[in-house]
């Protein structure tokens, strides 16, 4: 019998094994320590990097400092997939251990790994306690160590205000990195960006005494020549929220306007810009990929109710000015929502089919773009191996890849149909964020300079359901508490010995999921909008967009949730 593709029963597992229910702050007694010792070493060697992912967050739970130092010794020596571990071990040992660990333990693990790639470690384990170290992650910032790092510095303590945590003298080590900007684009880019998030998150005091001054000094990089392109369209994404008005753009005369703007008094300023629409969100940007579901429950078909709601669903984040018309054919044509073909709109895979056309068509000469489909892997269009210019050419090739793709016939367990699989959503942002102008890169994506410049800027995101499978399935023994069955549609198989268990990045509440699109978005800081159809998870979908500082929306109709 071929083995079913699922464990169900996630909890059980859990409690399988033997995860502790009170925190226990001290060394456990040697036979408890014995015992959760044993169950680590028997389950971290387990094909399944789910399994061993489980094992090693049990073990942290026991808050056993040998737990901490065991995890470690893991991160140095991590086995397959190396970086998928480090981020996973990253993320376990300093969230769980966050009130527990020693600082010195934290920063004598930071020292024996001071690359890029290990800005995730850093960035964990310095968010919680930043502000009570001010003067350590001052020092970082304004160093000439790793500019990844430096940035890394800010970053959490901007994480730190947003908790309540505010350091005293943030505004003012914001304009000293502001005063001390390098002349290296990315070095530039890295740091102009985090000061930029960091008054975002302080964008209450904005028009007062202290955190306007640093409103100002960031608004001035607009003059500078060395400000990077992409880091004109961050920042002034951050001023258009922290103003609440439409973006204006790359002026700093329209920001300086809106920073002097008495709000009880007076309407905000236009500026000029063009956006591009996907559904009714609409975005500021160069690099737009597209991250479309075509998993086999993307063959339902849309409900009247879901086709009354779609022309006018979700926010809207300014209209902005008219777009130029595109040359060749299309000369002229700025397309809407209510230019949709209705005849073409069967299924959801056309609804998004569908807005994906419509928002290529609006794109312009100096945009770039991708469309990435996942299912059981994602992949981006063979007419979109990499960040294509928007030219006639490409969006109608691009266009032509998508109206040839047609749902096969039902199988059991997909009733309507069939197109890639199951719902591999992890794979759909990786595949994202690796696609560069020059191609796509494989390995610390989030830390690849070339990925940081010339990567996406813009991500759009539709999906009709929770996440199903992720890049890491393994084969491995079925425990007590498993349950085989069908990820996609949740339908229960007889039991089998083995089972193919997804990784950790597919199972709810999709925690793992969450951080490691935090950890992709770190530093690329792309605007990331989700559109959900059916029964997909809106407080995933939400989450995911407020990493992204994107919108996000539902089309629910009339479907009853599975």
Known sequence: MTPSPRSLLLCAVVAALGAHGVVAQD???????????????????????????LARQTLAQTLDPRAFDILVKSYSKPEDPIDANRYLIASIATRTFRSHADEAALLAWRKKHGKAEDSWLWFESQRASAAKFFDDLRAQALGKGDPFLRAVALEALADAAQKGSEAEKLAELCLEVLDTLPEKDLERALLTESVARTLHVMRRQVRGTTWRTVAEALIRQFDAPEMPARTKVVVSRYLSDIFGVS????????????????????????????????????????????????????????SDREKKEIPTAGP???????????????????????DLDWSRIVTRFDVGREF?????????????????????????????????????????????????IHPGSPIPDRPDGVIRGRT???????????????????????????????????????????????????????????????????????????????????HPPFEWLAQDIERMNLFRKAEIHCVGIGEAS?????????????????????????
Not at 271 to 290: A, D, H, L, N
Not at 424 to 449: C, M, P, Q, W
């Open 247 to 302: 973006n204006l753009g790359f002026e700093s005369r329209w920001w300086r306007t809106e920073l002097d703007r008495d709000i009880a008094h007076s309407k905000p300023v236009e500026g000029k810009t063009t956006t591009v629409p996907f559904f009714s969100i609409r975005s500021v940007g160069y690099r737009f990929v597209y991250v479309i579901d075509a998993s086999d429950s993307m063959c339902k078909r849309v």
């Open 538 to 562: 809106h407080d995933l979908l939400s989450r995911i967009a407020r990493i992204g500082n994107g919108k996000a929306l539902k089309i629910q109709g009339d479907i009853k949730p599975k």
């Open 424 to 506: 591999n959503l992890h794979a759909g942002f990786a595949r994202a964020f690796e696609i560069t102008k020059a191609g796509d890169v494989k390995r610390s994506e989030y830390v690849d300079a070339r990925a940081l410049m010339d990567g996406c800027d813009s991500i759009f995101l539709l999906s009709d359901g929770a996440p199903s499978w992720d890049d890491y399935p393994a084969l491995d023994k079925r425990d007590p508490t498993d349950q085989a069955g069908d990820p996609e549609s949740g339908i229960q198989h007889q039991n089998v010995d083995q089972l193919l268990f997804q990784g950790p990045y597919a």
């Open 356 to 404: 994906v056309r419509l928002s290529l068509r609006s794109l312009q000469p100096e945009h770039h773009f991708a469309v990435v489909l996942f299912g059981d892997e994602a992949e981006p269009l063979n007419a979109t191996p990499k960040l294509v210019p928007a030219s006639p050419q490409n969006v109608r090739a691009a266009i032509a890849e998508l109206d040839a």
């Open 316 to 338: 809207s984040t300014g209209e902005g000015s008219k777009p130029k018309p595109k040359p060749g054919e299309d000369a002229g044509f700025v397309p809407k929502e209510t």
């Open 27 to 53: 060394l456990l007694d040697d036979k408890a320590w014995k015992k959760a010792l044993a169950t680590y070493q028997e389950w971290v060697q387990r094909p399944s990097l789910y399994k061993r992912t």
